[in-house]
């Protein structure tokens, strides 16, 4: 099962298991139908089955229509980066023993450049990925974070970076020494090879928005822009200075604040006004403990860690997917009762235990919208257990405007005021700020059962996802098209994590 991101693909083929389709079997194949609209620019594609998408995964390329040019000067060549995970041992085996024993699921071993960790890894020496450029040329890059769970910054040595656009929408450009790219985003960055004749490394830096404590993750990940020439190479290739360092906040957020739709007369926005929205949400994201019936040998302090919105952690169907149920009115496989709102309210930033906001349960609740309503939702990153992280939240179906983010709670008297309705980036993924909120609108013009979830594999292995259902419009053009015959079966359903896992973890709880 694959997701192809950002393209308006085929309903039925939009790829996550038991959402829009049951897992394709060893042994059988699946065709999906891609149907290409507005898109332009560099997208990808990967599986949408367990971590699958660590290895499983590629970029798709859309050239602008026959006759039209690129809304900046033409580059002379292009070329496809793409960051990715890199875990040592069999990773399916180590996301299974983790969840069976409730301990933290793995945090990769290296980050990759197009397969390579770089000559900084011994394992890597002599095959790092080279790019031979001419000097006076302009590159290119198509940049993908295929990244499980890491949010990277990426520099070139002695080298400016102008990026143009971000998930196949073109933006203002942004004339930087470095970017920031989260992971499910694409973005396309435009290099000129000025420099003198030599070797220059390509460097990726995990971002940590987690608690310092964490420091398990990956080490930086190079690749040489290599100029073509005689000259005498040096030593080692330089490393970029401007590359900023893991924690550093004030980078990511000066490179976030810069990115702006390109919002012109050819490539115009449709931002959803104050009055034309009919649905408001307002949805936490937490790190939680599952809530149990207390029995004689079991209590509740003794539950697997979790994650949430709007305190429900989320369960795949067992029977069909979700999207078969809809469709056929199949009974029993989800509700409809997804909340507007979190169960209570409290200070979402402050680091909690209390029983109350540490508790969740898990469910398969969706929200249903009308076709074409005018959706506004505001993401609130909570400190649940000391859990608060920057969540880079993606919706399947939909590109949404990201009208506003901030730090601390939210405030729906103060914070609407500062919305950016002029021009606000139009993606696919967008970081909620670590203790901080992050306000998106859309129109529901996409009719179907759309996913939408944490781009960061261990959120939405523990539950960090829910899921639309946008009924059909009043035409057979905006109506839900018939399923393909060649749909794969659910003969293998996929029971719930709790169901599968003989062993728990004891949590503290303050009662």
């Known amino acids: 099962m694959f997701i192809i991101k950002d393209i308006m693909v085929s309903l039925f083929t939009d790829g996550p298991e038991y959402i829009t389709q049951c897992p394709i079997q060893p042994g059988t194949n699946f065709t999906y139908e891609v149907l290409l609209s507005t898109e332009e620019g560099t997208l990808w594609w990967h599986a949408h089955s367990d971590w699958t998408r660590a290895s499983v995964h590629g970029a798709i390329v859309i050239l602008p229509t026959v006759g039209s040019t690129y809304p900046f000067p033409q580059p002379d060549e292009d070329e496809v980066i793409i960051l990715s995970s890199w875990y040592l041992g069999h990773l399916k085996e180590r996301v299974d023993e983790a969840m069976e024993e409730a301990t933290s699921l793995p945090r990769s071993d290296a980050y990759t450049i197009n397969g390579k960790p770089g000559d900084l890894f011994p394992c890597s020496k002599g095959t790092t990925y080279r790019r031979k450029v001419d000097y006076g040329k302009t590159y290119l890059f198509r940049i993908v974070n295929a990244n499980i769970d890491s949010s990277l910054f990426f520099a070139v040595a002695q ?9 196949g929408a073109y933006i203002k450009p942004i004339c930087t020494t470095y970017i920031l790219i989260s992971p499910g985003q694409t973005m396309d960055v435009l290099l000129k090879a000025d420099q003198v004749l030599g070797r220059y490394y390509m460097a990726g830096r995990h971002f940590s928005s987690d608690n310092a404590k964490v420091s398990e993750f990956g080490h930086d990940v190079t690749a040489i822009l290599e100029y073509n020439g005689n000259y005498t190479y040096p030593t ?8 900023p360092m893991y924690s550093d906040f004030a980078a990511a957020l000066n490179f976030t604040y810069q990115i702006k739709s390109l919002a012109s007369p050819q490539y115009p926005i449709n931002v959803p006004t104050d009055n034309d929205i009919t649905t408001r949400m307002f949805i936490t994201a937490s790190m939680n403990s ?5 029995s004689g040998f079991l209590s509740c302090t003794e539950i697997p860690i979790s994650t949430s919105v709007n305190n429900i ?10 999207l078969q149920a809809y469709y056929r009115n199949i009974s029993g496989v989800y509700s409809t009762d997804f909340p507007d709102q979190p169960p209570t309210y409290y200070n979402f930033t402050d680091e909690t235990y209390s029983k109350d906001t540490v508790l969740t349960v898990q469910g398969t609740k969706v929200k249903v919208l009308s076709y074409n309503e005018s959706v506004e939702i505001v993401f609130q990153g909570t400190d649940v257990q000391g859990g608060s992280v920057n969540h880079p939240m993606h919706m399947h179906g939909y590109m949404f405007y990201v009208v506003g983010y901030g730090f601390g709670n939210y405030d729906n008297e103060t914070d609407p005021k500062g919305f950016n309705l002029v021009d606000p980036p139009h993606v696919t993924t967008f970081g909620v700020p670590k203790n901080g909120w992050l306000a998106i609108r859309f ?47 659910c003969n293998v359903p996929l029971a719930s994590r709790i169901e599968n896992s003989d062993v728990f973890v004891e949590k503290k709880i303050d009662q």
Do not use: Q
Request: net charge negative.
């Open 159 to 167: 080298h400016n970076l102008t990026v143009v656009r971000l998930d």
């Open 443 to 489: 129109i529901a013009n996409n009719p179907g059962v759309w996913f939408w979830h944490c781009h960061m594999e261990r959120h939405l292995t523990l539950g960090m996802e829910a899921a639309f259902i946008v009924k059909n419009g009043d035409t057979a053009e905006t109506s839900i098209l018939e399923p393909p015959a060649y749909m794969p079966s």
């Open 236 to 243: 080692s290739p330089l490393f970029p200075k401007t590359l």
């Open 313 to 322: 952690s989320w369960v795949n169907p067992r029977s069909t997917d979700l």
């Open 290 to 294: 599952l809530y149990c019936e207390d």
